[in-house]
């Protein structure tokens, strides 16, 4: 189980800058979270791969098409933060 201060948007963002940085190869301090991840070289392929980084981490169950729904890491990490909310909710 995820400590409770990990279900906030904070730690979720920061959690989706650092995995973004490394797959197109930034220092984190260079993902704007409010960018498109398209903008920043997020393809297909890597798409696929953050949203099985995104299941293993909140164990949830994402169609890949979630990076594309919520182009940006804000909007991915508050979409992350429902989705968190509503499953431990039904716990």
Not at 62 to 75: G, Q
């Amino acid at each position: 189980m995820m400590d409770t201060d990990m279900r906030t948007i904070e730690p979720i963002v920061d959690w989706l800058v650092e995995r973004v940085a490394f797959y197109v190869e930034l220092p984190a301090r260079e993902i704007d979270p409010d960018v498109p991840l398209a903008e920043l070289g997020i393809e297909s392929v890597v798409a696929v791969s953050l949203c099985g980084e995104i299941e293993d981490r909140w164990e949830l169950d994402l169609d890949p098409t979630v990076v594309f729904d919520y182009p940006t890491i804000a909007d991915m990490a508050s979409f992350i933060a429902e989705e968190d909310a509503a499953q431990h909710q039904k716990v």
